[in-house]
């Protein structure tokens, strides 16, 4: 475990290696997502089950391995755990050049998953372990910004390079990680002060009401995404990317001006203010008879699920004793990736059966019910997490 920073110091220098790693390992990672049920329709003529897994399948691991590399990132460090994913996801890419077929193009996806698994589990409690105690929340949130833009501008400029063929695809995909690799190479890492003590325990039980939280909150995102575009129409309303487009912009916003209240007003207040603030957002959508008003409710939704994930992390954090904090964050992440496997099927049931605007006021209930479960999460006392 890394020495944590002394109050009021922030090492600029280490976090701008984990945050431009991070955001250049995601642009490896997600440059394929916009080609890739292309790629995968020309070559092998496949079915739309067969794009969806080739999609997918990078989940399936992440949410398995998260646990793992929280843990393995306790024991040996986060920088060498990150750079491991770095290395995966740089891997991955060279592969796709390879005529593997369809179960190797799986197999692949799924390789890919375990890096996007240790690349973002172990920065996540690296910075944590630099930020000074009271602005802890704000750096969770702003490497989630770091994230997101990788997955924005991945997706953007892996469509961009698609007239040049997928061969150009593949190899930004390859050069992205590397470049994130010796970004996260580049960050000095302070002595390491303890090792890891106890059991080898994975699941960390301050991660469960949070993750639990974390996955309630998902059923919105999941709706949001999946949705609104066909809500939106079936009200002959045009152009509700806009509205995808606004939340976008307002999450990133949310973290970047006002991230830093999960420290000063407490994560419990502002992780049951922001599950009310989704819900909110979403009813708004559900009813929404244009579009400025659409965008309204996609601007409560953004604010408010922007700091509920950060601060559900606060919780788990201040809950865990320090050598156990990656396996902590680990296992609470899954549970964001446990979500959406769950809610994806469900909502699409809802669809079906109730309407589009069912889904909004389903993904409006779960947010309440994320209020209730995190506000269930004791409050921390002198006395550290222990493994369950």
């Keep these: 475990m890394t ?31 916009p080609v890739l049920p292309g790629f995968v329709r020309d070559s092998f003529g496949a079915t739309d089950v067969a794009v969806g897994m080739v999609v997918m399948a990078t989940a399936l691991t992440a949410l398995l391995v998260r646990p793992v590399s929280g843990h393995l990132a306790d ?11 770095a290395l995966i996801v740089a891997v991955g890419g060279a592969l796709y050049f390879l005529p593997l077929g369809l179960t190797g193009l799986i197999a692949v996806r799924l390789l890919l998953g375990v890096g996007e698994a240790s690349l973002f589990t172990a920065g996540a409690v690296w910075v944590v372990s630099l930020a000074p105690h009271h602005r802890r929340g704000q750096l969770i949130g ?27 695809v593949w190899g930004f995909s390859v050069a992205a990680a590397l470049i994130g690799l010796a970004l996260i190479s580049s960050a000095p890492v302070p002595p390491r002060t303890e090792q890891p003590s106890g059991g080898h325990a994975l699941l960390v039980r301050p991660a469960l009401l949070p993750g639990a939280a974390l996955a309630l909150a998902a059923a919105g995102y999941a709706g949001l995404a999946a949705f609104v575009v066909l809500h939106l129409q079936a009200r002959g309303i045009d152009s509700g990317v806009v509205v995808l487009s606004c939340f976008s912009a307002v999450y990133a916003g949310t973290r970047l001006f006002i991230g830093h209240l999960p420290d000063r007003l407490g994560p419990r207040r502002v992780a049951a203010w922001s599950g009310v603030g989704e819900a909110a957002g979403l009813l708004i959508i559900a009813l929404a008879p244009n579009l400025p008003v659409a965008v309204i409710g996609s601007l409560v939704m953004g604010a408010g699920f922007s700091l509920l994930h950060p601060s559900l992390a606060l919780m788990v954090m201040n809950l865990t004793e320090a050598s156990k904090q990656g396996a902590a964050i680990g296992a609470y992440t899954s549970f964001w990736d446990l979500g959406l496997s769950v809610w994806g099927p469900v909502i699409g049931a809802v669809a079906t059966g109730f309407g589009y605007p069912a889904v909004f006021v389903a993904g409006a209930v779960c947010a309440v019910a994320a209020v209730a479960v995190a506000l269930c999460v004791r409050r921390p006392d002198t006395q550290p997490a222990v493994v369950s």
């Excluded at 490497?143 to 061969?167: H, K």
């Design 3 to 33: 020495a944590p920073a002394e109050k009021g110091t922030i090492p600029r220098l280490a976090l701008a290696g984990i945050f431009g790693g991070l955001f250049c390992g995601y642009l490896g990672l997600t440059a394929a997502i």
């Design 75 to 85: 024991r040996y460090g986060h920088r060498l755990v990150m750079r491991l994913g």
């Design 142 to 168: 702003l490497y989630g910004v770091s994230m997101w833009g990788g997955i924005s501008v991945g997706t953007f400029l892996g469509a961009t390079l698609l007239p040049l063929g997928y061969g150009a």
